[in-house]
């Protein structure tokens, strides 16, 4: 399926000269002169080798379609993620490279979707937002207020991320998993 450069985004899989490329990172690039484009931070699914290449803002590029299968994720086990299917029961182990963005989201029982490409996985799909627990922060400082202000606090799965001044630790909170940016209480 063919998409414009500009609608390109991070986890997708594209073909280029006949390899698969997965998104790793984009930045639309508007300079004082010329023309817009995407620069795109991309690994090579077979390899690993990343590379960056710069599309035209009018440039089309090739986007494999892949199947979704929703999964449940179960535990950790020396680096390798065992995920269920939800409708045949099968297990399937990804290696911890396989998951570079998603693990500080996952708790068991979590659900995904996998995204296969001819019975090989490729790709984790998150939800849009994930309830953790804040297991750990700096106690909040009386009459500091929500404004500009924010500090680092320890998730459950280990991840750090800032949330406002006035949340204390035992606390469950939103995490939007795209910017990894904490959204409201849960």
Known sequence: MQINAPS???GMILELDDILWRVVKTQHVTPGKGV???QVEMRNVETGNKT???FNSTERVERVTLTQRPMQYLYEDGGNYHFMDMENYEQIELGE???EDAKPYLLPETEVLIEFHEQRPLNVQ???TVVLEVIECDASIKGQTATGSYKPGKLET???IMVP???E???KIKVNTETGEYMERA
């Open 158 to 160: 280990g991840a750090t």
């Open 165 to 167: 001044p006035y949340l």
């Open 52 to 54: 960056n290449k710069r």
């Open 36 to 38: 817009a484009c995407m």
């Open 8 to 10: 390109i985004r991070k």
């Open 97 to 99: 490279d396989f998951l």
């Open 126 to 128: 998150l939800p849009q």
């Open 169 to 171: 630790a035992n606390t």
